[in-house]
């Protein structure tokens, strides 16, 4: 994968080719989320996709850009597109007002409660945000509302390979993986985010007062946008191809 931008990358976004940890993660959530990934290591070669602002005035994200298979053929059931970087992060600095944020872990785990002194359970997540640094997956849209799309022919799904160097350590990324019945040529790239992040939207839209998402799944401004770490959908789990049928 080269280290320039391609075509359309805002330049206001750093591009990036392997995710960038935060300083207050730990060194082993360092080396599971953020190692390099050998070109080796790759499920396939990637596939030609192009960045490109979206012209119909249909389209729920009309005016933004979405992301679009370019090669010259479908592009198969299964096929890892590309991963999900960004900045990776502790919970405690997730950005609320993200759409750029996905969940990679989320751990159960027990600490002691200020006020009672008892041991009591929270999720610990861990994110990795696009909205100022990642890759050409930043710009996957929702699947709602787009002309001719009745489900989405992507999904975002956890891959794994062995970190070299680490004595069969995992290395873990969020990928953007075509779905059951492939990506057609020049078709946009599109995914669920998920009904739960809309609601959500909505939700917040009331309380400020702001008009927005609406039934198509755009936000106010048209924008389509992921979910942030307080709302994320589940992904799916590593190797679990059960959804291709």
Same mark, same amino acid.
């Given at each position: ?6 075509? &359309?990358?805002?330049?206001? +976004? ?30 396939? !070669? =990637? !596939?030609? +996709? ?6 119909? !005035? ?19 059931? #299964?096929?890892?597109?590309? @991963?999900?970087?960004?900045?990776? &992060? ?10 750029? @944020? ?11 409660? =200020? ?11 861990? /994110? ?5 640094? #990642? ?9 709602? /509302? ?17 970190? =070299? ?15 059951? &019945? /492939? ?10 985010? /998920? ?13 400020? #007062?702001?008009?927005?998402? #609406? ?5 106010? @401004? ?8 307080? *709302?994320? *959908?589940?992904? *799916?789990?590593?190797? @679990? ?5």
């Amino acid at each position: 994968m080269t280290s320039t931008p391609p075509p &359309h990358f805002p330049p206001s +976004v750093q591009y990036l080719t392997t995710p960038s940890a935060s300083p207050l993660l730990s060194p082993a959530h360092k080396v599971t989320f953020c190692s390099p990934c050998p070109p080796s290591s790759l499920p396939n !070669p =990637p !596939p030609r +996709v192009a960045i490109r602002k979206i012209e119909d !005035p249909c389209h729920p994200a009309h005016g933004q850009s979405g992301l679009f298979n370019a090669s010259n053929k479908p592009i198969p059931r #299964g096929t890892w597109i590309r @991963d999900y970087l960004g900045f990776v &992060h502790a919970e405690a600095e997730a950005d609320p007002l993200s759409d750029y @944020d996905l969940s990679l872990e989320r751990t159960v785990v027990e600490e002691l409660d =200020p006020e009672t002194g008892e041991l009591v359970q929270r999720v610990q997540v861990i /994110g990795c945000d696009a909205t100022k640094m #990642g890759n050409e997956s930043r710009f996957v849209n929702d699947y709602r /509302g787009i002309p001719g799309f009745q489900r989405p022919n992507a999904v975002f799904e956890l891959r794994e390979w062995e970190v =070299p160097g680490t004595g069969g350590k995992k290395g873990v990324r969020m990928a953007v993986w075509a779905g059951p &019945h /492939g990506v057609e040529k020049g078709a946009e790239i599109c995914v669920s985010y /998920g009904r739960g992040f809309w609601e959500k939207r909505r939700e917040e839209a009331a309380k400020t #007062g702001v008009s927005g998402a #609406g039934a198509n799944g755009a936000s106010a @401004d048209g924008k389509v946008g992921k979910a942030a770490v307080g *709302r994320q *959908r589940r992904a *799916r789990r590593t190797h @679990d191809k059960s959804w291709l049928g």
